[in-house]
T-cell receptor, first 111, second 115 residues
Framework: DAKTTQPTSMDCAEGRAANLPCNHS???????VYWYRQIHSQGPQYIIH???NNETNEMASLIITEDRKSSTLILPHATLRDTAVYYC????????????FGTGTRLQVTL | SQTIHQWPATLVQPVGSPLSLECTVE??????LYWYRQAAGRGLQLLFY??????ISSEVPQNLSASRPQDRQFILSSKKLLLSDSGFYLC??????????????FGQGTRLTVV
């Protein structure tokens, strides 16, 4: 699976948009970009995924660059409950595959 | 709807004792199943994954083993626990990707402390 690179930590003021970047320069054509988050002492929670096009759901938006070498997860109005570690993962589809997490970005939302 | 059950939530075991953590999935068939471990303040480490009954792939050499006796049951075991086996253990499942991506769903985890 392709490797991802994320900043170790980020801060965001409550109510502002949180933009979390991820580099995946070795991504293959059949690999999706997934985002998960892990709130302290809980299991990771799926947020969103995409292949080429930008995606939006009730939790977040995912912006993937045209060359697919990087992406940004956007939380439009961050709240204190969004404080968590956010993981960006690339994973092939079509076959069973292991799901490997990196170290993620620790997002701290502050008042 | 699909649900994943993992138990116990917390466990304190002496060094040298055996371990058995169980994970079951409901509401789906032939899931991919995963065991992860997270040491304190560290990231998620994939330990085992399984694509079917009796099919186990090990990611790292270690003191642990996994088994899948039934389609929706995944068990993590050890014959003799070490202090270094302490951590937060998470079970997860995902469906086959098909032509579109699919997400993975995680249990609530077991916090194991080996003393």
């Amino acid at each position: 699976d392709a490797k991802t690179t994320q900043p170790t930590s980020m801060d965001c003021a409550e109510g502002r948009a949180a933009n979390l970047p991820c580099n995946h320069s070795t991504i293959s054509g059949n690999e999706y970009v997934y985002w998960y988050r892990q709130i302290h002492s809980q299991g990771p929670q799926y947020i969103i995924h995409g292949l080429k096009n930008n995606e939006t759901n009730e939790m977040a938006s995912l912006i993937i660059t045209e060359d697919r070498k990087s992406s940004t997860l956007i939380l439009p109005h961050a709240t204190l409950r969004d404080t968590a570690v956010y993981y960006c993962i690339v994973r092939p589809t079509g076959t069973a595959s292991k799901l490997t997490f990196g170290t993620g970005t620790r997002l701290q939302v502050t008042l | 709807s699909q649900t994943i059950h993992q138990w116990p939530a917390t466990l304190v075991q002496p060094v040298g004792s055996p371990l058995s953590l169980e994970c079951t999935v409901e509401g789906t068939s032939n899931p991919n199943l995963y065991w992860y471990r997270q040491a304190a303040g560290r990231g998620l480490q994939l330990l085992f994954y399984s694509v079917g009954i009796g099919q186990i792939s090990s990611e790292v050499p270690q003191n642990l083993s996994a088994s899948r006796p039934q389609d929706r049951q995944f068990i993590l075991s050890s014959k003799k626990l070490l202090l270094s086996d302490s951590g937060f253990y998470l079970c997860a499942w995902s469906s086959w990707g098909g032509r579109s991506g699919t997400e993975a769903f995680f249990g609530q985890g077991t916090r194991l402390t080996v003393v």
